[in-house]
C-alpha cells in the first residue's frame, strides 16, 4: 500500500478523504487540519493570554503540543496550561505529572488545580454518597466551572480545550437525542466573548480520535494512556459506540454530524439566545438563577446529611 502523496509506504488509511498517506504527509494532513480550525474560530492578537486545558490524555497532550508547535515562536502571544485534579484517586495525580512535565519540555508554565480548593468536593466523594446519577455528571460540570473561574483568574482571554471530532459528534447526538436545543446551542467553539465567560476554541475539532492516537504515536508525544476509572459507567459510551457503528458503513458520518450542527447552530443561538446572569450562590453566569454546579453541589451536601 502507497501514499497517494508520494511512493512511501503508506502508514494510514484516510477513507472519508479516499486517500492513503506516508509518515510524513499524514502528520502535514493533520497539521493543516488543526491550523485551518484554529483560523475558523479566532484570531490571537498581541498580549493575549491563552490557557490550555491538558488532563494529560492523548488529545489534550496533542492540542498542547500543537499550540505550541504553530505559536511558540510568536514572543507576544503567552501561554498557560492547566490540569484539573477531580480527586479520583491518584488517577488525575498521574495525568498531571505528565501533562507538567511535557509543559516543561515545551517552555510552558503549568498548573494543577482541584476539585477540593475550587469546589470543596471531589469526584470520589460524590460517588460514594450519591447513588442515583452517576459521578460523571457531577465532574464534567463541576470541570467547565473549575476551568472558567480559573481562566478569569490567570486574566486568560481563551481556553483552550482538546475535544476531537468524536467528543463533538457524541455531544450533538446526545444532545438531539435528549431533546435538549438550548445545551446544544451552547455548545463549544464559542465566537462570541461574553463578560465573565471565557470562550472554548477547540482545535481538533476536526481530527478523529483514531487520528489523534497515530499521530502522537509518530510524533513521539507523551501522554497518560490509562482511561477514568469512572469512565465505563459514562452515558457517552453508548453514544460512541452507536456512532463508530454507524463509521463502518458511512467513513465521514462524524464530518456530516458537525456539518449538521455547524448549519444548524445560528438557528439555535438565535432562538436560544438567553440571558445570562449571575448564580445567586457563586456569581457564576447561568441561565438559570442557580447555576447546575450549585445544584448539584446542594444535591450532594442534601444527601450527605
Not at 478569569?152 to 483552550?160: G, M, P, S, T
Not at 455548545?187 to 487520528?211: A, M, Q, T
Request: aromatic share 10%; with cysteine.
Amino acid at each position: 500500500m502507497r501514499c497517494s502523496k508520494c511512493d512511501r509506504k503508506a502508514v494510514a488509511e484516510i477513507r472519508y478523504a479516499g486517500i492513503r498517506l506516508c509518515r510524513e504527509h499524514f502528520l502535514q494532513f493533520i497539521e493543516r487540519k488543526v491550523k485551518h480550525e484554529i483560523r475558523a474560530q479566532v484570531r490571537f492578537e498581541k498580549d493575549d493570554r491563552v490557557l490550555i486545558a491538558v488532563s494529560g490524555g492523548k488529545d489534550s497532550m496533542l492540542t498542547l503540543y500543537f499550540m505550541e508547535k504553530i505559536f511558540g515562536k510568536w514572543r507576544e502571544f503567552e501561554m498557560l496550561s492547566v490540569t484539573v485534579d477531580e480527586g479520583i484517586g491518584d488517577f488525575r495525580r498521574k495525568c498531571a505529572e505528565v501533562a507538567r512535565n511535557f509543559s516543561k519540555s515545551l517552555g510552558i508554565e503549568h498548573r494543577t488545580i482541584t476539585f477540593r480548593e475550587y469546589i470543596g468536593i471531589t469526584t470520589d466523594d460524590v460517588a460514594h454518597v450519591d447513588q442515583e446519577l452517576k459521578p460523571c455528571t457531577y465532574c464534567g460540570v463541576f470541570r467547565r466551572k473549575v476551568l472558567n473561574l480559573y481562566a478569569k483568574e490567570v486574566e486568560a482571554k481563551y481556553l483552550i480545550l482538546g475535544l476531537n471530532l468524536d467528543d463533538i459528534a457524541q455531544s450533538i447526538i446526545m444532545n438531539v437525542t435528549r431533546g435538549d436545543l438550548s445545551r446544544l446551542a451552547r455548545l463549544s467553539p464559542h465566537k462570541k466573548i461574553k463578560e465573565g465567560f471565557i470562550p472554548r476554541i477547540l482545535p481538533l475539532r476536526r481530527v478523529l480520535e483514531d487520528e489523534v492516537r497515530s499521530y502522537v504515536k509518530m510524533a513521539k508525544i507523551p501522554y497518560y494512556a490509562s482511561r477514568c476509572p469512572y469512565a465505563p459507567l459514562a452515558i457517552r459510551d453508548v453514544y460512541r459506540g452507536f456512532l463508530n457503528s454507524l463509521e463502518k458503513r458511512d467513513p465521514a458520518v462524524k464530518f456530516s454530524t458537525l456539518k449538521f450542527f455547524d448549519e444548524l447552530k445560528p438557528l439555535l443561538e438565535k432562538k436560544y439566545s438567553q440571558e445570562m446572569r449571575p448564580c445567586k450562590i457563586c456569581g457564576e453566569l447561568t441561565i438559570q438563577e442557580i447555576c447546575k454546579a450549585c445544584q448539584l453541589k446542594l444535591r450532594y451536601e442534601n444527601l450527605s446529611k
